[in-house]
């Protein structure tokens, strides 16, 4: 395959904007009217990215060791949509009538051939990894055991699936709620799992989010969610560097940082922690009485909390970003740096950190509602 042919053809294919998967899911409902139920108009946004992501991933085939993870959990993870093996040819017809659609005199025969096998790998590794996960549930019932509203906007929630859903520390589950069939959205537990099972999660409402607004304002103790399986690993802790960590973390990018704590707390606390909790207003720091429960007696750990917006009072909380304050405690020459906030929060954390001179290599970056795995 040339590589390079199919790197130049998508970035073509891309300058046409949304027209791009306007067309394709129109070529796939017309010649496949079956798919049409698992693309539902209230999954439009989601539906955009889709042909985004394929796009990038098949174009740099010639890198598939690099996602080849990636692909797998999505293998597994697109089995709660119900999604088939039958289903992937559908897709790579459609996708290839869309690039020659917009590659005009461009699209050559065998640039199609090219675009064909490359889909045909990526699909390949899909479809072997869901066959693999064929044992295990492609979704767990959970119901909600405890639900508190935090602040005006954040929930914290504990679930309790109906049965051992495996995950790490850092990694994200998708949550779909009977109030908005369909629509799943990821969240990153906020702990380990108890002795049942159950685990935290915290959702902040983000406007015009239908599946955040449910499950803070709707939600109720005795409610059933679906969950899937446990997708990615960008927030996951490296056992191969046995380095100590700095914990950034904004609004309700903390879930992951707890559940990371708790991680190593498990391992034997052999790791020095150092977290710093940001917020804008000392009201928005949601959690702090589990969290001084976690990190006033072990030695290994350190907690700071931030606030942005407002001068801290009493010496508990500093005044400044989460990395402005964590800058101001430095240099961390030698730690592993993990970054969870918002987009906006995650930007300047990394220009803070990128222009600290730390090595982008020892960064560990999530974005809330980045959808990382919502191919």
């Known amino acids: 395959m040339d590589a390079a042919g199919l790197k130049k053809s ?39 990215k889709l042909v985004a992501a394929l796009g990038r991933v098949i174009s740099n085939v010639d890198n598939l060791e690099a996602v080849v993870p990636t692909l797998q959990q999505l293998g597994r993870d697109h089995r709660k949509f119900a999604v088939v093996r039958d289903h992937y040819p559908a897709v790579g017809s459609a996708l290839l009538s869309t690039l020659e ?25 899909m479809i072997d990894a869901a066959d693999a996960a064929a044992e295990t549930p492609a979704w767990w019932e959970a119901a909600v055991i405890a639900h508190e509203r935090r602040t005006v906007d954040v929930a914290v929630l504990r679930i309790r699936p109906s049965g051992r859903l495996p995950y790490r520390a850092g990694q994200s589950i998708s949550v779909e709620t009977p109030l908005r069939p369909r629509l799943w959205r990821y969240f990153s537990p906020a702990t380990l799992p108890d002795g049942d ?26 409610d059933v969610l679906r969950l899937g399986p446990p997708v990615g690993r960008r927030l996951t802790l490296e056992d191969d560097t046995g380095r100590d960590l700095v914990l950034l973390a904004g609004g309700t990018g903390l879930a992951p940082m707890k559940a990371l704590l708790q991680e190593v707390h498990a391992d034997g606390g052999n790791r020095r922690v150092h977290l710093f909790c940001g917020a804008r ?82 960064v560990h970056v999530d974005e809330l509602g980045s959808e990382e795995t919502g191919l």
Do not use: N
């Open 10 to 48: 998508w970035e073509s294919v891309a300058r046409y904007g949304d027209q791009v998967p306007l067309f394709f899911y129109s070529t796939l409902f017309l010649t496949h009217p079956y798919t049409r139920g698992m693309f539902p108009v209230s999954m439009a946004s989601q539906r955009d």
């Open 101 to 125: 659609h917009f590659s005009g005199p461009d699209w050559t025969d065998e640039l199609a051939r090219d675009w064909e096998a490359a889909f045909g790998i990526v699909a390949k590794v």
């Open 197 to 222: 099972g159950s685990f935290e999660l915290h959702v902040r409402l983000i406007d015009g989010g239908p599946v955040s607004t449910a499950l803070v304002h709707a939600t109720q103790v005795g």
């Open 281 to 362: 207003f000392h009201r928005e720091l949601y959690d702090m009485p589990a969290l001084h429960g976690m990190t006033d007696a072990p030695d290994w750990v350190r907690l700071v909390p931030c606030v942005s917006d407002e001068v801290a009072m009493g010496g508990l909380v500093e005044t400044g970003t989460a990395v402005e304050v964590a800058m101001r405690h430095g240099p961390w020459p030698d730690h592993e740096i993990y970054v969870c906030g918002s987009p906006t929060m995650v930007r300047g954390t990394l220009r803070a950190l990128e222009g600290a001179g730390v090595p982008t290599g020892r």
